[in-house]
């Protein structure tokens, strides 16, 4: 079945009355400008009911691929399914419980995987890389370059990564891990830069409702993610998955901050990679700011570890979310962390909601001292004044632009791994 079509995003009525006005690009102009696809499968998409690797599914999946990529496009799977194909290599009828057998069948379960994707895309002339990750490999600025280096080598080379996360040495304890997939996936996206993100679960879309409730619809488009959206996550978590809809929520936000497009879809259905990629009105759209952010300010925005914290007061939040303006001491009301100057630190609201992230000019200590000041009190505290700016506009990345009207949390997530 050939790739060419149109269909239009239609925001009906089923997208917040508040975001009706917006205006969005339509489905067949986002697909058919879309030249690099990250495609992330769930462990529910992945697994049959007894838990296990459906490699069946996996075939249908390297087909759908083999189509993208003779239409043209260059694709990226981000895939859980490790544990589930390790279970069945290792005759195991249930989910291990402790971390380390978990690790063990992950880690043989990762040459099941890439096998069956390697067997599902053979046939087509085409040849997949296994790409295993931990959080530190995007955190450190160095092996960030290196790892976008080697996709895009590999992708020159016609090849399709698999990428996943290394289960095996992979830790929360350590904050080595993800967390999940959907953020790995979001991570990628975000690094290569990729043009859409395709997130698919095992449910149709983002609905209006719980999934099982009377007259539950699915959204076809929304504009813009904010707390009145997040609202709408119905989280199943449990078994084999870690990530729900609140945390493929978490991912779409992300990327279309970045500027990348997102379509959370229908993992079980046959076609669903051919069908978006006709334009079809297949799953939730979540379309991508205007321009894409530059790749600096993408790696300061999700994948640089922090190193503390800046409470910021109102009027310093709008000055750097909807002016695009530095931060100045005079708008800082708290400060935590141990940092230098030159570190990456988080920009928070009173009420505990980072909206930015950047690289601080100051250390910790002389923060202390200058929080709160007029910029011309500087040099008479400190004896000197290193910058005017305690972050500059340029070492500055929003994150989130709308105000929530709770405290953000944290999204839970299952112990385990993918």
Request: glycine letters at 10%; hydrophobic letters at 40%.
């Amino acid at each position: 079945m050939g790739l060419a079509g149109s269909g239009l995003a239609s925001s009906g009525d089923h997208v917040l009355s508040n975001q009706l006005s917006m205006s969005t690009p339509s489905r067949h102009e986002i697909v058919a400008a879309a030249t690099l696809i990250i495609v992330k499968i769930g462990t529910r998409v992945l697994t049959a009911a007894d838990g296990l690797l459906d490699r069946e599914r996996v075939e249908r999946i390297g087909h759908q691929c083999d189509l993208l990529l003779a239409a043209g496009k260059q694709v990226i799977i981000v895939s859980s399914g490790a544990v589930g194909a390790g279970m069945g290599r290792l005759g195991l009828t249930e989910r291990p419980k402790s971390l380390p057998r978990l690790q063990a069948a992950a880690a043989v379960g990762q040459s099941c995987l890439i096998e069956a994707y390697e067997r599902s895309l053979r046939p087509h002339g085409r040849h997949v890389a296994q790409v295993l990750l931990v959080a530190d490999d995007l955190e450190d600025r160095r092996r960030y370059l290196n790892i976008r280096s080697t996709l895009r080598a590999l992708l020159d080379e016609g090849a399709v990564p698999i990428v996943n996360e290394n289960d095996t040495v992979s830790v929360d304890e350590l904050r080595t891990s993800f967390g999940d997939n959907d953020r790995l996936a979001a991570l990628v996206a975000t690094l290569l830069p990729a043009d859409l993100l395709i997130l698919l679960s095992d449910v149709e879309g983002l609905y209006d409702r719980g999934p099982d409730e009377v007259g539950a619809k699915v959204i076809p488009c929304v504009p813009q993610i904010d707390t009145t959206v997040e609202a709408f996550a119905q989280d199943r978590l449990g078994g084999l998955s870690k990530g729900g809809m609140a945390s493929k929520l978490a991912a779409a936000r992300m990327v279309t901050e970045s500027g990348c497009h997102c379509i959370i879809g229908p993992g079980r259905r046959d076609d669903v990679l051919e069908a978006i990629c006709r334009g079809d009105e297949v799953g939730t759209l979540f379309p991508g700011r205007n321009g894409m952010m530059s790749a600096r300010k993408r790696w300061l925005g999700w994948s640089a570890a922090a190193s503390g914290t800046l409470v910021v007061d109102a009027g310093a939040r709008r000055a750097v979310v909807e002016r695009g303006g530095s931060l100045l001491p005079a708008g800082i009301l708290a400060v935590s962390g141990h940092f230098g100057a030159g570190d990456v630190v988080t920009l928070q609201t009173a009420d505990g909601a980072t909206f930015a992230r950047g690289l601080v000019n100051y250390t910790a200590a002389d923060l202390e001292r200058i929080q709160g000041l007029q910029t011309e009190q500087v040099l008479e505290i400190l004896g000197v004044c290193a910058c005017d700016e305690v972050i500059n506009r340029d070492d500055l990345a929003v994150i989130r632009r709308d105000e929530p009207a709770l405290p953000t949390t944290q999204v839970s997530h299952s112990r385990g791994i993918h």
